[in-house]
């Protein structure tokens, strides 16, 4: 079966940038997509199709996705930017998510 | 406006059939490349992938519990059921019903989710 490696968490001081990696193998053959989910809430979409954002999402957020990694770039991190953030792909008619990062920020 | 409700008991007992219906508005389960997911989430831990329903009636399932899951489709109620059989303590979770792209796998649109505890 296909798996999706996160870390389990990442600390940032706000202003900073946060870089959450998903790893899989030859993972920039396949779309990724990234999801934010704060505590009580439902997760909501930040990235598709590797680097593409919805329209309600700030601009501070991109992704990039080559060979084995995929990447969750937040610049300029917020308090509100704190999360759980999962990365999804599709494999082999199976949707696969990532064990999920925590991000801190303080 | 896209919007997702789960329905469902919030509890069941041990070896019983778990049946959610998800009900959508402000799209149709007719177009091309549109699909019904469910996934769930277990207390404190990652989202999981249950099953999905195409616009085309194709199904899919995670392969660890193919044998206990059913997904159908009423597009002329706009709803999507899942059916689990032989529910566990460890099914205790938040399930959720969602909206995804499938040529491109994406969801973009999530419901608030309904909470399911199995226990005697």
């Known amino acids: 079966s296909y798996d999706l490696t996160q870390p389990p968490s990442l600390s940032v001081s706000p202003g900073q940038a946060a870089s959450i990696a998903c790893s899989g193998d030859?993972?920039?053959?396949?779309?990724v997509s990234w999801y934010q989910q704060k505590p009580g809430q439902s997760p909501l979409l930040v990235i598709y199709?590797?680097?593409k954002r919805p329209s309600v999402i700030p601009d501070r957020f991109a992704g990039f996705n080559s060979g084995d990694t995929a990447t969750l770039t937040i610049s300029g991190t917020q308090t509100v930017d704190e999360a759980d953030y999962y990365c999804?792909?599709?494999?082999?008619?199976?949707?696969?998510f990532g064990g999920g990062t925590r991000l801190t920020v303080l | 406006q896209v919007t997702l409700r789960e329905s469902g008991p919030a509890l069941v007992k041990p070896s019983q059939t778990l049946t959610l219906t998800c009900t959508f508005s402000?799209?149709?389960?007719?177009?091309?490349?549109?699909?019904v997911i469910w996934i769930r989430q277990p207390p404190g831990k990652a989202l999981e992938w249950l099953a999905l329903?195409?616009?085309?009636?194709?199904?899919y399932y995670d392969a660890s519990l193919r044998t206990r899951l059913t997904i159908s489709k009423d597009t002329s109620k706009n709803q999507v059921v899942l059916t689990m059989t032989d529910m566990d303590p460890v099914d205790t979770a938040t399930y959720y019903c969602?909206?995804?792209?499938?040529?491109?796998?994406?969801?973009?649109?999530w419901g608030q989710g309904t909470p399911v505890v199995v226990s005697s």
């Open positions: 999804q792909a599709w494999d082999s008619a199976t949707v696969i």
């Open positions: 329903v195409n616009w085309d009636d194709d199904k």
């Open positions: 402000g799209f149709s389960l007719n177009t091309y490349e549109m699909s």
């Open positions: 030859k993972l920039g053959d396949k779309y």
């Open positions: 969602a909206r995804l792209w499938f040529r491109f796998h994406y969801i973009d649109f």
């Open positions: 199709q590797d680097n």
